[in-house]
């Protein structure tokens, strides 16, 4: 048996419970992990909530809380490939296992093994929140130079983000209220607080002819604000509203493959990016994990330790 931090019916966060699950057993194309910490997403609520019933709605209850995971592989389906016992990985769970869990099932086509260098606090932000960043900057390619505005940019998929635009030799500018300035200002970003006023003519004057692309975290009207500011509407990507598209843009196309994990755990390895974890919390509170990041205000990466 292993804890997990789940719910047996959607709801608001006093659905959650903590229960044990017996240790579960791997389908073909599934490894299962030793979890040693767990990405902490908005997906995560969103799937609680009965928000996102197409994900989930099919899933029998009790659900089990998270998307992604880094660890110890303990076992592996019959059909994987590339990844055996004890390799330090890290993936999603696709199939609805869950990762706030002491042992869960990766998807295996979604699992990566990570360097040495690359702590497994900050590989488990890596299929969610690294592997976005990597998908919308390798959608919208733009060459070094170029400038690039990220609504958005002082959470988890923002920072990393502007960490792969600075490393990508990007002018990077990003918007976020005034208690995000000092972080994005460590990634070498410019940046507007939102909550201020003005923040489309602020932003203008930045880039008065349009920013080569203009990347969203936000969605809604902040999205309809920015757009604008895009210099072509092809070069508008947004990673959380689809209605992107009625603006001329598009929503982020997601790869959910071995390799972008790969890629983004080597800039990390060669400390070209840093996931910006702000707050690790065990998994006895992992409740006040998912709170914080419900909030919609957390502050880079929130992750959960098991090891805490
Ligand atoms: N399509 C995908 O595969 C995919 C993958 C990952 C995430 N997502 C989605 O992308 C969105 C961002 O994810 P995340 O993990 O970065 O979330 P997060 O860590 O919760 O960060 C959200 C950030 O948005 C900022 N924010 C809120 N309103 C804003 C506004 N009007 N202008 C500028 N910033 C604002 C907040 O900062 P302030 O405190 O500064 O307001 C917060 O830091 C979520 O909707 C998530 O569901 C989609």
Do not use: C
Request: a negative charge; proline letters at 5%; charged letters at 20%.
């Amino acid at each position: 048996m292993s804890t997990a931090l789940g719910y047996r019916a959607f709801g608001g966060a006093d659905v959650q419970e903590f229960f044990d699950r017996p240790v579960p057993s791997p389908g073909p194309h599934e490894v299962l992990v030793r979890v040693v910490a767990a990405g902490v997403n908005p997906l995560d609520h969103l799937l609680r909530s009965g928000h996102v019933r197409a994900l989930n709605g099919h899933l029998p209850f009790p659900q089990v809380l998270g998307m992604e995971a880094a660890g110890t592989v303990l076992a592996v389906g019959a059909d994987v490939t590339g990844l055996a016992v004890d390799d330090r990985v890290a993936g999603f769970a696709l199939t609805g296992a869950g990762t706030y869990a002491g042992t869960t099932l990766l998807s295996a086509g979604a699992t990566a093994r990570i360097p040495d260098a690359v702590p497994e606090t900050w590989a488990a932000t890596i299929p969610v929140a690294g592997t976005t960043a990597l998908d919308v900057l390798d959608q919208v390619a733009l060459p070094a130079g170029a400038s690039v505005l990220v609504n958005g940019i002082g959470g988890g998929v923002g920072i990393v983000l502007a960490e792969m635009a600075r490393d990508r030799g990007l002018v990077v500018v990003g918007t976020g209220s005034a208690a995000k300035r000092e972080r994005v200002a460590a990634t070498g970003a410019l940046f507007v607080d939102y909550t201020a006023g003005d923040v489309v003519d602020r932003l203008r004057e930045y880039a008065p002819g349009g920013f080569d692309a203009v990347l969203d975290m936000v969605g809604g009207a902040s999205l309809r604000a920015v757009a604008p500011l895009a210099a072509k509407a092809e070069a508008l990507v947004s990673v959380t509203d689809q209605s992107v598209a009625e603006l001329g843009g598009a929503y982020v196309r997601r790869r959910l493959d071995r390799s972008g994990i790969e890629r983004v755990a080597e800039l990390m390895a060669d400390r070209r990016i840093d996931p910006h974890i702000t707050a690790s919390y065990p998994l006895a509170r992992a409740d006040e994990a998912l709170a914080l990041v419900e909030s919609g205000h957390a502050a880079g990466k929130v992750v959960i330790d098991m090891r805490l």
